[in-house]
């Protein structure tokens, strides 16, 4: 789990987006962003989050938010990141077999 506080934005981010290249590297099943503590987020926070999904996908690690505050839950829904989110986790990355698509949602705010 990585937890995210005070401001996800440009001036912060690029350490964010270095610990979660790292842990996706490892192919974990499920790799849970906390957002309990987030005070802002601008758009370069929002392409991390994006950013995690599609590196997920492609190593077959499902993205889990969780504790969203209520912005960052507006953002995401006016956005489509939460539609993105939604999108089936193939089970095994592409182009290693056949895969059976696991449904994976975004957790609710806490």
Known sequence: MV????????????????EVDRLLAEHPAVLVLDFQELLFIDSTGLSL???AWREGQQGGTAIQLRSTPRFLDTILD????TGLL?????????????????????????
Not at 93 to 105: C, E, F, I, V, W
């Open 78 to 81: 006016m956005t489509g990141v």
């Open 86 to 110: 939604a999108r089936p986790l193939l089970a095994t990355p592409p182009g290693t077999g056949d895969a059976a698509p696991t449904l994976h949602r975004p957790a609710a705010a806490g």
């Open 49 to 51: 989050i994006v950013h």
């Open 3 to 18: 937890r995210i506080g005070g401001d996800l934005a440009y001036a912060t981010a690029r350490p964010l987006r270095l």
